[in-house]
């Protein structure tokens, strides 16, 4: 018994080692967050969902003409992404002093504005690409990719002058500690959730072909040190 559990302890400390041979050093080269040089954070895909989209605002501010001004907010997408999206720009812009709009129902209510800021969500792309795995069962981390897309357009009021209109990327790749992994994939929005690479009947085929490889292994130990 003594035997079987040296070489299954073997197998694994070696089959650790080369899981850690493949780790990636560069994990953060992708985007500069706020708050990423903060030590014990979990940073949920929410967090860096509004991050991602924090840093787009902020890109287009910087076409604007400083506070004080006013600007009308004016949401041209329907779903949960253009939401989030709307709250943070209100965040950027109120705290860099904007009085800030959104379209009256009454047409003749509509108080004249200074720019108009246009904006909708293209897409929030989460992905997990990468699993680590030791001996290719137990998780060990996961790769985290979290790309935002917006059209974003400003204009002054009322002549209508473009001062800004494109469409903006923004993309944060990392790194999580499988104990970290359930408190960042959650289901609020459907775009703040994935599937791991590796799920499902792959993922079980490869438990599958690893455990066949060890019991083989071992058999041959003790038919070896039989003879």
């Not at 979990?42 to 287009?60: C, F, P, S």
């Not at 253009?82 to 509509?110: K, M, N, P, W």
Request: hydrophobic letters at 45%; a negative charge.
């Amino acid at each position: 018994m003594k035997l079987l559990l040296a070489v299954v302890a073997l197998v694994l400390v070696t089959g650790a080692g080369f899981c850690r041979a493949d780790d990636d050093p560069d994990l953060n080269s992708a985007a500069q967050l706020p708050g990423l040089d903060q030590p014990d954070t979990v940073r949920t895909n929410l967090w860096l969902t509004k991050a991602l989209m924090g840093e787009i605002v902020t890109h287009v501010v910087s076409s604007m003409p400083p506070a004080p001004a006013s600007v009308l907010l004016v949401n041209e997408g329907s779903k949960q992404m253009d939401e989030l999206f709307g709250g943070v720009a209100t965040g950027i812009l109120s705290d860099r002093g904007y009085d800030l709009f959104v379209a009256a129902t009454d047409s003749a209510g509509q108080n004249p504005v200074d720019l108009i800021f246009s904006y909708k969500v293209m897409g929030v792309d989460l992905t997990y690409p990468e699993v680590g795995r030791t001996l290719g069962i137990w998780q060990r981390w996961v790769a985290r990719d979290v790309a935002v897309t917006a059209s974003v357009q400003v204009s002054t009021a009322p002549t209508g002058q473009l001062l800004f209109k494109d469409i903006v990327e923004r993309r944060f790749s990392d790194r999580i500690d499988n104990d970290d992994f359930e408190d960042v994939d959650s289901d609020l929005y459907n775009f703040t959730t994935a599937e791991t690479t590796g799920s499902g009947w792959q993922n079980r085929m490869e438990e599958i072909v690893v455990l066949g490889t060890l019991v083989g292994l071992i058999a041959i130990y003790f038919a070896n040190t039989g003879n």
